[in-house]
């Protein structure tokens, strides 16, 4: 048994910006931004957006899955991706800090989750 | 800017089980043993099933997101589960090992991703 394998890469993002454009479109263009940056490959995509605020965007990769949700009443992004390739942590943060608005970033932090 | 709001709860488990029953409903039900345990709603389904071998499986819920990848070739399954609602890790770990036969388990592991 060895936990190593699969290699599963999986980074978490925080963002606090208020306010932020939490339309689809600008969403799509943060997880496209991810997407082409870390050159990950989309099989499926999937959203959903709640009443009265909020959106659900998530892909289904070849390598596993990225999902973003909005809170845009409390100014939050929460990005969830896992990857089974070798994607850097430093490569995804700087994705989401370079197709962000600079001015408006409260919060950006990212944390790897590990299990060897 | 308060970053526990809004409140996020992220446990991730790493399953290592060779071998598993890696047909698509034995993962349904491993999902939905999850969802119904920790009181989560459904609003969306979302499935791809890779070549040779793997499952992703996922649900949007109306409090975030769960989504199941399976490697059968090294007895991996990874659960991927995002509530913004109060559930708690131990919840999720003992609906995993319920339903799981325990005779096969060689490792499960949670980890909580918190950002406060």
Redesign the interface.
């Known amino acids: ?3 190593s ?2 290699l ?1 890469k ?1 980074f ?1 993002a ?1 963002i ?1 910006m ?1 306010p932020f454009d939490s339309s689809g479109r600008f969403i799509e263009s943060l997880a496209q931004k991810v997407i082409g940056s870390l050159d990950l490959k989309v ?2 995509k ?1 959203e ?1 957006t ?1 009443k009265p605020d909020g959106i ?1 965007l ?1 892909f ?1 990769l ?1 390598q ?2 990225l ?1 973003i ?1 909005t ?1 845009p009443e ?3 992004i ?1 990005i ?1 991706l ?1 990857a ?1 390739s070798p994607i850097k942590e430093k490569k995804f943060k700087q994705a989401l800090i370079s197709f962000l608005d600079k001015q408006n970033i ?2 950006i ?1 990212v ?1 790897a ?1 590990n ?1 060897f």
Do not use: N, Y
């Open positions: 048994m060895d936990r394998i699969p599963i999986h978490v925080l606090k208020d099989v499926q999937f959903h709640f659900t998530g289904v070849a596993s899955h999902v949700h809170w409390s100014g939050t929460h969830d896992v089974c409260q919060l932090e944390k989750v299990f």
